[in-house]
């Protein structure tokens, strides 16, 4: 039986986890076969090896009779598969869903090139969204307006055809971690509050990590 861990223990295990995948990604790592080189991760390794850890030191459990399914199913206009999906033990209601890009995959990309707030501007960005904006016209450039659609579409089908009202949501491409206190409101009833949208960096996360 996995031991809990408490919220004492976390910041030192996380820290640990960090340090683990930096390593594993460094220049110097070990190859993964004789004379090929190490390179930026995919998608794929990054939740092997650093998502699937890190949600498993949060105290969820992945695999069979798991509270946390790997590319769970959800079906609206057409069957898509959303990353992980925690739920509650005991009803089986959706409580987490994180969204996970490749470790590359960059921060905000405002298409103006001003100063910003973060949540201020993905604020912004998914109010666009909700009113029937083009990505073209997005607040935010690359594939955020895609990144939006897709996340904010699980949480409007969860709510909508499955009558769950999701606590959280998540989109991280390990780098970077955005976190959405109350998904409901920001993608589906409004408006978009900024104090309910937490953002870390990798840089900051084993001085964030509580």
Same mark, same amino acid.
Request: charged fraction near 25%; charge should be negative; glycine fraction near 8%.
């Given at each position: 039986m996995k031991r809990?861990?408490?919220?004492?223990?976390?910041?030192?295990?996380?820290?640990?986890?960090? !340090?683990?995948? !930096?390593? &594993? $990604? +460094?220049?110097?790592?070990?190859?993964?076969?004789? /004379? &090929?080189?190490? /390179? %930026?991760?995919?998608?794929? %390794?990054?939740?092997?090896?650093?998502?699937?850890?890190?949600?498993?030191?949060?105290?969820? &459990?992945? /695999?069979?009779?798991? !509270?946390?399914?790997?590319? +769970?199913? $959800?079906?609206?206009?057409?069957?898509?598969?959303?990353?992980?999906?925690?739920?509650? +033990? !005991?009803?089986?209601?959706?409580?987490?869903?994180?969204?996970?890009?490749a470790w590359d995959k960059p921060f905000l990309e405002p298409r103006v090139k001003d100063a910003f707030e973060a949540p201020t501007l993905l604020g912004q960005a998914i109010n666009h969204w909700r009113n029937g904006g083009k990505a073209a016209q997005s607040p935010l450039a690359g594939q955020w307006h895609a990144h939006i659609e897709q996340v904010g579409g699980y949480v409007k089908t969860l709510k909508e055809q499955y009558g769950h009202t999701l606590p959280r949501a998540v989109i991280t491409s390990g780098q970077w971690i955005i976190v959405f206190l109350d998904p409901v409101q920001a993608f589906v009833e409004g408006p978009v509050e900024d104090i309910k949208i937490k953002i870390f960096h990798k840089q900051n996360f084993k001085a964030q990590a509580g």
């Open positions: 809990e861990v408490t919220a004492e223990e976390f910041p030192q295990l996380f820290a640990a986890l960090i !340090d683990q995948f !930096d390593q &594993s $990604i +460094a220049p110097s790592a070990q190859p993964e076969f004789a /004379g &090929s080189e190490t /390179g %930026t991760p995919l998608e794929h %390794t990054t939740r092997i090896h650093f998502l699937d850890e890190l949600v498993a030191l949060l105290g969820w &459990s992945l /695999g069979l009779g798991g !509270d946390m399914a790997e590319e +769970a199913r $959800i079906k609206g206009n057409t069957t898509k598969f959303m990353d992980y999906l925690g739920v509650e +033990a !005991d009803t089986k209601t959706p409580a987490l869903l994180i969204e996970a890009k």
